[in-house]
């Protein structure tokens, strides 16, 4: 196959433009897709609408978490199955996965449903925001098998190498949903129902187009005659997925506990944090795009036990991760005072969030490093270094450090905990890195 023979022969560059690339602009269409709600809310809505869509946001990475643990276990267990040559299994990995993302929603959305109190209270609701949180969380509970799904699929169809498909049916339902929140929220003035709205339209499309795409791939299945539950397909699929989904929950959560440290110094540090963090997700979003796009070559090449092969897309992809990430820092930190601008006209607002933006983007070229680390952890299927590494940044270290550091230095510390967070997470994932390359080299991987 053309793509097998990228990821075994193909020089770093070509596999970069070849399979980071069409992720990257996923992940740059979903960008947009993030900064479109804020822009429409910032600037249709209020601040109370503005600072609910933040505080929605540990629900939203919950159900994302979802498709990430069946969507990036299924590509994982496809790619390194497709180098072992074991094609039977693939088809049994992508069946499960299609089924297990629809399941997963129904009860994803029902339980959201069933808890609004409970959960408007944890995210640090109060009379102003909750009102606007409630309709975002109703909607995106009906859509959640849909977002799960789509989620799931897109990641699924990527573990061949051919990444075009999954970056058509993203890129074409993101572009739809950006284009409905100026109609949703501008027009028909629907606030944050309207953005809500808008995604789960978006992903229903991004499902129709993902579900033609397979249905094309002879290799992949979505019929129920492949689906099996037994431990060996299951478990290898979300034993695979979990360091990422595990990061995601916990960053969930973690942001869930950030907010309500953050609330008790009003909704405009909340909105203003809304806005800042956007610019601190963006780089690392592109830098996860490139980790992302070349995961099923060292999968591949992981499964075809070729560890000179492995050593070199490692090192190179990593440090082609730390110069763009470095240079698109040094961007948004001049620029920082226009962007926070561009999403708000509240002078308090763009006060504060110009400073926040200076927490977010301090420590972000090291995120290359982490990301290649953790990709790589696995992509090679070393679940429990994977794991530790994913948890590190987004709750084992990150909490600690952020209640120490508010409790220090109040807001301040709140700002610029995410910076030594990722700081000491990078060493230790270096360390653990080190300790699995060893491993490898002796044959005792």
């Known amino acids: 196959m053309k793509n097998e023979k990228l990821m075994r022969e193909g020089s770093i560059g070509a596999l970069l433009l070849k399979m980071s690339l069409p992720v990257i602009l996923v992940m740059m269409v979903t960008v947009l897709y993030n900064l479109a709600d804020v822009f429409f809310i910032g600037r249709f809505g209020d601040r109370f609408q503005l600072a609910a869509i933040s505080l929605a946001g540990p629900v939203f990475s919950t159900v994302s978490a979802f498709n990430t643990l069946i969507g990036f276990g299924s590509c994982t267990a496809c790619s390194i199955a497709l180098g072992e040559g074991r094609k039977e299994l693939v088809r049994k990995y992508s069946a499960f996965a299609f089924y297990a993302a629809l399941i997963v929603g129904v009860l994803l959305g029902a339980l959201i449903l069933g808890c609004m109190e409970l959960l408007l209270g944890l995210l640090g609701t109060d009379g102003e925001t909750a009102p606007y949180t409630a309709e975002y969380l109703r909607i995106l509970a009906l859509g959640a098998p849909f977002l799960i799904a789509s989620g799931a699929l897109g990641n699924t169809v990527r573990a061949d190498g051919d990444v075009k498909q999954a970056m058509l049916a993203s890129m074409t339902g993101t572009l739809l949903n950006v284009a409905l929140d100026p109609l949703f929220i501008a027009v028909f003035r629907w606030g944050c129902a309207g953005a809500a709205l808008a995604t789960v339209i978006g992903n229903v499309v991004s499902l129709l187009l993902l579900l033609r795409a397979v249905s094309r791939k002879p290799a992949f299945s979505l019929s129920p005659r492949d689906l099996s539950f037994r431990r060996e397909i299951s478990l290898r699929v979300l034993g695979l997925g979990l360091p990422m989904a595990a990061s995601t929950l916990l960053m969930s959560f973690s942001s869930a506990i950030s907010n309500r440290l953050t609330v008790s110094y009003g909704n405009v540090a909340v909105a203003a944090r809304s806005v800042a963090g956007k610019s601190a997700m963006l780089i690392p979003m592109i830098v996860m795009g490139l980790c992302m796009g070349v995961q099923p070559a060292i999968s591949y090449v992981y499964g075809c036990r070729d560890r000179e092969r492995l ?31 561009a999403f708000s006209p509240d002078p308090e607002i763009i006060s504060l969030g110009r400073y926040m933006m200076l927490g977010t983007l301090l420590a972000v070229p090291v995120e290359g490093v982490y990301h290649m680390c953790s990709t790589y952890l696995q992509a090679t299927g070393k679940v429990s270094y994977a794991t530790l590494t994913s948890l590190m940044q987004k709750g084992l270290i990150f909490l600690p450090v952020l209640l120490l550091m508010e409790r220090l230095f109040a807001l301040d510390g709140i700002i610029f905990s995410n910076a030594v967070t990722t700081l000491i997470s990078t060493v230790i994932a270096l360390l653990l890195c080190r300790s699995w390359s060893r491993q490898i080299s002796r044959g005792t991987a």
């Open 311 to 341: 050593r070199k897309i490692v090192l190179g992809v990593g440090a082609v991760c730390v110069g763009v990430a470095a240079l698109m820092s040094a961007a948004f930190f001049l620029f920082r005072e226009q962007f926070v601008a």
